[in-house]
């Protein structure tokens, strides 16, 4: 049986934070470095503050670019009044991928207990390129990106993957 190359996917990385700058960015610096090291390509990288417009257009920018196949988003998916990713993310779904915020939560219940409440990850595909919304903290980025991002952005991932159905996300 003939093993599966591994394709490189070209990613962004959009940190949400009204407290943070690139240069204090962990989580996002985690993030690039996990999808570099695992050969992907990162397609850029911003930070916003906790603003649902500037989110938005951001990431409409990256979806609306055929050679951004993922969008990671970190920071913004608490409660709090500031918080509000996923209401900006939310909106741009063609379609809602639910099974990956109930996953985070699940698996981030083993590290964090009922805590995990608190968290309101989505993700979804919009206009042929997967959005993931995750939270702000390092901790919960190398989760979603070891226990999930990775393995879904991995063509050589049995039984199936995201990789697989990139070329079909747009079919009518």
């Given at each position: 049986m003939t093993q599966k190359e591994f394709i490189p996917v070209?990613?962004?990385?959009l940190t949400v934070s009204d407290s943070?700058?690139?240069?204090?960015?962990?989580?996002?610096?985690?993030?690039q470095k996990r999808l570099v090291d695992a050969g992907h390509v990162l397609h850029d990288r911003q930070l916003v503050p906790d603003d649902i417009y500037q989110i938005r257009a951001v990431i409409s920018q990256w979806v609306a670019d055929a050679k951004c196949q993922v969008v990671i988003v970190t920071g913004g998916t608490g409660v709090t009044g500031r918080d509000g990713t996923p209401e900006a993310v939310s909106v741009l779904f063609d379609k809602t991928l639910d099974g990956v915020g109930e996953l985070f939560r699940s698996l981030s219940y083993a590290q964090i207990g009922s805590s995990t409440i608190q968290s309101r990850a989505v993700a979804g595909v919009a206009n042929g390129t997967f959005v993931f919304s995750l939270p702000g903290s390092s901790g919960a980025c190398a989760l979603a990106w070891d226990k999930i991002i990775s393995l879904q952005m991995d063509f050589r991932t049995k039984p199936c993957n995201f990789v697989e159905l990139m070329p079909r996300l747009l079919e009518k």
């Open positions: 070209s990613m962004a990385v943070r700058s690139l240069a204090q960015d962990k989580s996002g610096d985690l993030l």
